[in-house]
């Protein structure tokens, strides 16, 4: 009967957190209630909050999901003592991820503003554990001599952004594929290093 009762958890629980990203990419945070959310997987509002205490702590669970996946991705792939094969490796790496997960992308960047204090510390700490990943290959890069730069902070922040922007304009079957589109942002990210 546990068992019973587990397996139903673990399918419900991905279903509700998968509801919750399509309505907060779709509707914004504020917009949706627990009864939408309840509603899209076919339960009584109610009964939600057996997987979830509250509306703000399933976008904690979404984006802390998002970030650890982001993280734990980047840390798996080989690094090189060369500052120039990793910065196109994470210029690659962080295009690939997020052109596959546009709903979670944009939740990560737009919903930000509606984590309490806390919660906004908890992911903030996070997202600056993956933007030092940036700096310490550009510092490195600027140390060997292979990078011209006059702030690597400054520089991470404008590639991040750069980068990330992607998931604003790229659709599947465009005129583009994803490898010539990271192809075109590594040539940008590279001349604007070693200009």
Same mark, same amino acid.
């Given at each position: 009967?546990?068992?019973?009762?587990?397996?139903?958890? =673990? !399918?419900?629980?991905?279903?509700?957190?998968?509801?919750?990203?399509? +309505?907060?990419?779709?509707?914004?945070?504020?917009? @949706?209630?627990?009864?939408?959310?309840?509603?899209? @997987?076919?339960?009584? @509002?109610?009964?939600?909050?057996?997987?979830?205490? *509250?509306?703000?702590?399933? %976008? $904690?669970? %979404?984006?802390?999901?998002?970030?650890?996946?982001?993280?734990?991705?980047?840390?798996?792939?080989?690094?090189? $003592?060369?500052?120039?094969?990793?910065?196109?490796?994470?210029?690659?790496?962080?295009?690939?991820?997020?052109?596959?997960?546009?709903?979670?992308?944009?939740?990560?960047?737009?919903?930000?503003?509606? +984590?309490?204090?806390?919660?906004?510390?908890? !992911? =903030?700490?996070?997202?600056?554990?993956? =933007? *030092?990943?940036?700096?310490? !290959?550009? *510092?490195?890069?600027?140390?060997?001599?292979?990078?011209? !730069?006059?702030?690597?902070? +400054?520089?991470?922040?404008?590639?991040?952004?750069?980068?990330?922007? $992607?998931?604003?304009?790229?659709? *599947?079957?465009?005129?583009?594929?994803?490898? =010539? $589109?990271?192809?075109?942002?590594?040539?940008? @990210?590279?001349?604007?290093?070693?200009?």
């Amino acid at each position: 009967m546990a068992r019973t009762q587990g397996s139903h958890a =673990e !399918i419900t629980g991905p279903r509700i957190q998968a509801a919750a990203q399509r +309505l907060f990419a779709d509707h914004g945070y504020a917009a @949706v209630s627990m009864r939408q959310i309840a509603g899209e @997987v076919g339960l009584q @509002v109610g009964a939600l909050y057996n997987y979830t205490p *509250d509306k703000q702590a399933l %976008l $904690v669970s %979404l984006l802390e999901g998002h970030m650890h996946d982001l993280l734990d991705t980047w840390a798996a792939l080989p690094q090189t $003592v060369e500052p120039m094969q990793n910065l196109e490796s994470f210029v690659r790496f962080h295009i690939a991820f997020h052109m596959a997960r546009p709903q979670a992308v944009f939740i990560a960047y737009m919903e930000l503003r509606n +984590l309490t204090p806390d919660n906004f510390t908890r !992911i =903030e700490s996070l997202r600056r554990r993956y =933007e *030092d990943a940036l700096t310490t !290959i550009l *510092d490195r890069g600027r140390a060997s001599g292979d990078f011209h !730069i006059d702030d690597a902070k +400054l520089t991470t922040f404008g590639i991040i952004a750069m980068l990330t922007g $992607v998931t604003t304009w790229y659709r *599947d079957g465009g005129r583009l594929t994803p490898t =010539e $589109v990271q192809d075109h942002y590594w040539n940008m @990210v590279r001349r604007a290093v070693t200009a």
